[in-house]
């Protein structure tokens, strides 16, 4: 049988997390806008910056300052043309930053794997932006 879209793109989304370089959770993300992918990025340190797998995760308030998110990095792949009205897949739950930069850049549907717990849902406020959770993943997080 042939796979419906939300689980092609996020098969390609946990193929993307791969590249991921800090040890604390691997994500992974892809941005699509009819059919065709955009954009795709994983956490990771900033371009000629050390990673976590070398220098170690970088630590304030129990979380890992040295890398960017899979989220950020896979949007800034995209042009504000590529954002408008786009879907975005990520193996796990977006944090409450990278859902606030989701809301800003344009996107108009998330679609993730894995819950993960956050300080305020800010989805809950946009609700211009389908959100959706893709249940069957668990045990690939």
């Known amino acids: 049988m042939r796979k419906d879209w939300d689980k092609y793109f996020m098969d390609i989304a946990f193929m993307v997390k791969e590249r991921s370089t800090c040890p604390r959770l691997h994500v992974g993300a892809v941005v699509v806008k009819d ?46 043309e590529e954002r408008a009205g786009a879907t975005i897949y990520i193996t796990a739950q977006p944090c409450m930053e990278c859902t606030k930069i989701i809301i800003a850049s344009g996107i108009e549907r998330v679609v993730f794997a894995k819950k993960y717990a956050t300080e305020h849902d800010f989805f809950a406020e946009a609700d211009w932006i389908e959100v959706v959770y893709l249940e069957g993943y668990e045990e690939r997080v």
Do not use: Q, W
């Not at 059919?35 to 979380?63: F, Q, V, W």
């Not at 990095?73 to 042009?79: H, K």
């Open 35 to 80: 059919k065709r992918i955009k954009g795709t990025g994983y956490n990771g340190s900033p371009p000629h910056l050390e990673h976590c797998d070398d220098a170690g995760c970088l630590m304030i308030n129990n979380h890992c300052k040295r890398t960017i998110h899979a989220e950020v990095n896979a949007i800034m792949e995209c042009s504000p």
